[in-house]
């Protein structure tokens, strides 16, 4: 079977007129969020409650950050922002003792807040082979990637801990077991 030029232009025109191609609906405008930990509030008294202790801590170690950049001393500053949480400067020590080097980062400005950087920064852990991703953000670039390479360290230390002592087999077989008993 042959078509000629003028039935198959006839007929890419009722194929056009058969498909209805839709226009994307105009984009719709985010909603202001009232206790978002992203907006920059007027005084601290204005963070929620349950929020003030982990921007209190960031505000700090902010303030650390920028000492340290600047080569002040370190030596009276606070080690830990809670148990397990170590500050920016002593999280890059413990990344120094343990051989965690860094690998990879990005920063990005957020659209819809202009004025918030993300970061993401890639470690890697010679003594596990393990790469691990942290996140962050904050109101300037660089303290925002020094706080996911914080915790990023953290990650990677954590899971080192949970490794600590245990052979490859006895970590397989208390996995397992700990699966067994959770979805049984």
């Known amino acids: 079977m042959t078509i000629n030029q003028t039935e198959a232009l006839a007929l890419q025109a009722s194929l056009n007129n058969a498909i209805q191609i839709e226009t994307p609906p105009p984009p719709v405008e985010s909603t202001p969020v009232v206790d978002s930990p992203t907006a920059t509030p007027p005084s601290l008294a204005d963070v929620p409650y349950h929020l003030r202790k982990f921007v209190e801590s960031d505000m700090r170690d902010a303030e650390q950050i920028r000492k340290w950049r600047n080569g002040e001393s370190m030596k009276d500053e606070p080690r830990w922002i809670a148990p397990g949480i170590p500050h920016t400067y002593y999280a890059h020590t413990l990344a120094k003792e343990h051989g965690i080097s860094h690998t990879?980062?990005?920063?990005?400005?957020?659209?819809?807040?202009p004025g918030i950087w993300y970061a993401c920064v890639w470690t890697f852990n010679p003594k596990n082979a393990r790469i691990?991703?942290?996140?962050?953000?904050?109101?300037?670039?660089?303290?925002?990637?020094?706080?996911?390479?914080?915790?990023?360290?953290?990650?990677?230390?954590?899971?080192?801990?949970?490794?600590?002592?245990?052979?490859?087999?006895?970590?397989?077989?208390?996995?397992?077991?700990n699966a067994e008993r959770r979805y049984a």
């Not at 990879?104 to 807040?113: I, L, P, R, T």
């Open 104 to 113: 990879a980062d990005e920063v990005f400005e957020s659209k819809q807040e």
């Open 132 to 177: 691990q991703i942290g996140a962050a953000y904050w109101h300037d670039a660089d303290t925002a990637k020094f706080f996911a390479y914080r915790n990023s360290i953290r990650q990677q230390l954590t899971g080192l801990c949970l490794q600590i002592g245990k052979s490859e087999k006895k970590t397989w077989r208390t996995s397992r077991r």
